[in-house]
């Protein structure tokens, strides 16, 4: 680690605004301050951005895998190769996410990572685990294994939590028997509740928003309930529940292929960036040659092709996960969504460390907080990360 380091000579992201003629002081891993750039500070190593922006480490929420390695593989290599992977592309900090599968594979992988999180000096901060699954609706299972979809319960979910005081937020369908009870107990726990994978109705979503602490939609339209007709009556779904409920957050698979320019303009147009996180959701193909794949683990994942910068069933009639990455999903708000630079880095930064809980930590350049920071280019090209005062990643040769 550096104690103290001096970032220069460039336009720095800060306090949602671009700011010209400042510096960034960091010493013994954490941000000391944004100050004018003349300052001086002895005995620092002097990083000169070239005229890069300079911005906060971007934060990935959900994530799976990458470099070839999927958090399913329940080893400790995986996670480092995933972590070391994202940091290239300009993640800092990340919440590894399982997927529904049998109770044995999920203790593994969990056990993985208390491992894994010792070990990781060269890549993303693991800043806890996400669990997607097991209780989902089996109509919205996307590329979930329906063998092992059921409703919650209580005997195995707080065993989980007890086991494991790391787990920091929970995917579940709110419509389920027991699921606002679930979403309740994790809740009090520290865990954050999400919906996903889900066949609810506006009334059911309000249920769990209110007393379950259901305050975050996964993968926001994908695996999702709209509109509906029952005995010819329509209902609104998940969808416009979230866009009604002003303190309900969403996460997007800004990868252009998931959500089209139109979807993300109306997202972004009615949620704003302070309630929308960029997230990857990427499997292990990303940052990989298209062609074949699995998503999850190759003992029992599912079997996937690769094309047109998303992962699709063998078949081609439906997604089966992403390949995106920090950079792209950055570039992708700018160029389709036609959103600020200042907003765009907001919705991979501030707004996921509020909706974790870590804003203290990460996402911003506040005084004492984690020194994750990212370089990067006119085009989005990742030129350095830096992780926690460690520089884990740089291109060879740095391009404005």
């Given at each position: 680690m550096?104690?103290?380091v001096k970032i220069f000579n460039g336009p720095i992201i800060h306090q949602q605004q671009i700011q010209h003629g400042v510096c960034l002081l960091i010493e013994n891993g954490k941000i000391l301050d944004v100050v004018r750039e003349d300052v001086d500070f002895p005995d620092a190593?002097?990083?000169?951005?070239?005229?890069?922006f300079v911005?906060?480490?971007?934060?990935?929420?959900h994530i799976h895998g990458g470099g070839g390695a999927d958090f399913m593989d329940g080893t400790v290599e995986a996670y480092l190769q995933i972590a070391e992977t994202h940091a290239k592309h300009g993640t800092c900090s990340l919440l590894p996410t399982t997927l529904t599968c049998?109770?044995?594979?999920?203790?593994?992988t969990l056990e993985a990572y208390q491992q894994a999180k010792i070990s990781n000096t060269k890549g993303a901060d693991f800043?806890?685990?996400?669990?997607?699954g097991p209780y989902f609706a089996l109509?919205?299972?996307?590329?979930q294994d329906p063998k092992f979809i059921r409703d919650p319960d209580p005997a195995e979910y707080r065993e989980i939590l007890e086991s494991f005081d790391f787990i920091k937020r929970w995917s579940a369908a709110p419509e389920l028997k027991g699921a606002v009870e679930f979403g309740k107990y994790v809740s009090s726990k520290g865990v954050l509740a999400a919906i996903a994978h889900t066949d609810a109705i506006y009334e059911e979503v309000i249920e769990a928003f209110e007393h379950g602490g259901f305050t975050l939609a996964t993968h926001f339209y994908s695996a999702m309930s709209g509109v509906t007709r029952r005995n010819a009556f329509r209902y609104a779904g998940v969808i416009e529940s979230a866009y009604l409920l002003d303190d309900m957050d969403v996460e997007i698979i800004a990868d252009g292929v998931h959500l089209p320019a139109p979807l993300l303009k109306l997202i972004y147009k009615i949620k704003g960036p302070d309630r929308i996180a960029l997230?990857?959701?990427?499997?292990?193909?990303?940052?990989?040659p298209e062609g074949k794949s699995v998503l999850g683990s190759y003992k029992n994942g599912l079997h996937v092709i690769v094309e047109d910068g998303v992962a699709k069933v063998p078949d081609r009639t439906t997604f089966a996960g992403s390949v995106a990455t920090a950079d792209r999903l950055l570039k992708t708000?700018?160029?389709?969504?036609?959103?600020?630079?200042?907003?765009?880095v907001q919705m991979m930064t501030t707004t996921p460390a509020r909706i974790m809980g870590i804003s203290a930590q990460k996402g911003s350049f506040a005084k004492n907080s984690d020194a994750d920071v990212v370089l990067f280019n006119q085009q989005i090209e990742i030129q350095h990360t830096i992780v926690k005062g460690h520089s884990v990643y740089q291109k060879t040769t740095q391009a404005p």
């Open positions: 550096l104690d103290r190593k002097l990083i000169d951005a070239r005229g890069n911005s906060p480490g971007f934060i990935d929420i049998e109770k044995v594979d999920l203790i593994q800043i806890g685990m996400h669990l997607e109509a919205q299972r996307g590329a997230i990857t959701d990427a499997m292990r193909a990303a940052d990989m708000m700018l160029d389709l969504a036609e959103v600020p630079l200042v907003e765009a």
